[in-house]
């Protein structure tokens, strides 16, 4: 939790900082160490993204188009992107994520490059720009913009040759200078033409240079990042053990396998020589487009509670895939679910037993750092926040939490590896008259490492 949280005055708080395991892994004596960029840092405290999946696939039921629609079917009467951001804002999300392309070469915005879009469709008289009145909503919300445009264009004839650079290029120009700021452009690696389909080298370091010239504030997002990186899977769930820095040449591109690439997305590497944290896509529904049939399969809020834990609660960012109807509106289910996830959220974790002030703890050899608080009477603690101050970068290779009863013995509760952003651990639900977290391994001295003690909800 933030360290803003005030101490209740009924409850006594008691800091013990001596000093952590001397054991710093492999660096070197006096090597510089990976910290985030002012953006960077940003992106993770802001912790909640909304993804909205949207497109001609919404209108024809399908995951992956192939390019052969017509933007006819395109026409969502009751379209408002205000909706989309006050549900947003409304349940604690930041950034809303827009797929202003997808792989079927649909634009929901009227670009000069293909008439595969907007602007052959119905909607708004043919003079609709999606792009335009998500962001216009973002600023009136005070959310940020983050724009997904997807390398594979299954409708471009130029797909699949040297003049695919520049047709994509445009198209990124055009986002990039027509909407105002974009704090995040995603990139999806997804090449699916096979082995007898067009074949197309995306060119990643022309495309990320142009984002980075055009809008130099907004972190880039891909498997090889080169700011964000994707966490390995879609299920919402982060590594146990999930460092922000990473061996760049083990993800050297997006859409690279292999075991080490896999390890690399979920765990990050103690060791790795860039800053490059883990962000965890996945979606409210089984699909990432909107299905009727899946209106009865949304998550519920006990498991949106869950994936929060485990992508945010272990040193990541949730971005969760909220799809709109073909009405233009995000559904109703979808909503309530939202709504109902903020309400758990702030239960479990609002209203805190109790929070340590941010402490740095020395490194001294053979010595152990700690962290401890005090409660002036026994409470019943079930959940605990820890935090480092990342801004000085990552440095926690191994903690545990243990708790003293009223008798004053001492029982271990949870142990673990990474901290990060933020680590949320679950104990078992008992009454403790003093929590401490016991730093055992760390890379560096821990700077600003905090925690906060919650009771059930």
């Known amino acids: 939790m933030s360290s803003s949280f005030l101490l209740p005055r009924r409850d006594f708080l008691a800091v013990g900082a001596?000093?952590?395991?001397?054991?710093?892994?492999?660096?070197?004596?006096?090597?510089?160490?990976?910290?985030?960029?002012?953006?960077?840092?940003?992106?993770?405290?802001?912790?909640?993204?909304?993804?909205?999946?949207?497109?001609?696939?919404?209108?024809?039921?399908?995951?992956w188009g192939d390019g052969k629609e017509s933007p006819s079917i395109f026409n969502p009467t009751a379209f408002d992107a205000r909706q989309w951001t006050r549900t947003a804002k409304a349940a604690g999300f930041k950034m809303v994520i827009l797929t202003a392309k997808h792989h079927d070469g649909f634009c929901l915005w009227p670009t000069a490059t293909t008439a595969h879009s907007v602007k052959s469709s119905p909607f708004r008289g043919g003079s609709g720009d999606v792009v335009r009145e998500v962001a216009d909503a973002c600023r009136a919300d005070g959310l940020r913009l983050g724009l997904y445009l997807s390398p594979w264009d299954r409708n471009a004839a130029v797909y699949g040759s040297d003049g695919y650079h520049d047709f994509y290029l445009?198209?990124?120009?055009?986002?990039?200078?027509?909407?105002?700021?974009?704090?995040?452009?995603?990139?999806?690696g997804a090449n699916g033409e096979g082995p007898n389909g067009k074949k197309q080298i995306y060119d990643w370091p022309r495309y990320w240079g142009e984002v980075k010239r055009l809008q130099p504030q907004a972190v880039i997002f891909s498997d090889a990042g080169p700011d964000i990186r994707w966490i390995g899977n879609e299920a919402g769930t982060a590594g146990e053990t999930n460092w922000s820095m990473v061996d760049p040449r083990v993800v050297s591109a997006p859409g690279v396998s292999g075991e080490g690439v896999t390890r690399m997305l979920q765990q990050g590497d103690p060791n790795g020589s860039v800053w490059r944290p883990g962000e965890t896509d996945t979606s409210i529904r089984p699909g990432w487009f909107y299905h009727a049939a899946d209106d009865a399969k949304v998550r519920s809020v006990d498991n949106l509670v869950d994936i929060y834990v485990t992508s945010v609660g272990r040193n990541s960012k949730l971005l969760l895939n909220v799809p709109p109807t073909r009405d233009g509106l995000l559904h109703d289910v979808d909503v309530a679910?939202?709504?109902?996830?903020?309400?758990?959220?702030?239960?479990?974790?609002?209203?805190?037993?109790?929070?340590s002030r941010r402490t740095r703890l020395s490194a001294m050899s053979g010595a152990t750092g700690e962290l401890r608080v005090e409660l002036a009477s026994p409470r019943r603690v079930a959940f605990v926040t820890l935090q480092e101050q990342i801004a000085a970068g990552q440095h926690v290779a191994a903690w545990r939490i243990e708790g003293q009863a009223a008798n004053g013995a001492w029982t271990a509760l949870a142990r673990g590896t990474t901290i990060g952003h933020k680590r949320i651990v679950a104990v078992p639900a008992a009454e403790q008259a003093a929590v401490r977290v016991v730093i055992e391994q760390a890379l560096a001295p821990v700077d600003g490492l905090s925690m906060v003690l919650h009771a059930e909800a």
């Open 18 to 63: 001596s000093a952590l395991v001397a054991r710093h892994l492999r660096w070197p004596a006096g090597a510089v160490r990976p910290v985030p960029s002012v953006d960077q840092l940003q992106w993770h405290r802001d912790e909640l993204a909304l993804f909205a999946h949207f497109g001609v696939n919404t209108f024809t039921d399908r995951e």
């Open 170 to 188: 445009t198209q990124l120009r055009e986002l990039l200078t027509r909407y105002g700021r974009v704090d995040e452009v995603w990139f999806d």
């Open 337 to 355: 679910r939202l709504a109902g996830m903020r309400r758990a959220l702030d239960s479990r974790f609002g209203a805190p037993i109790a929070t």
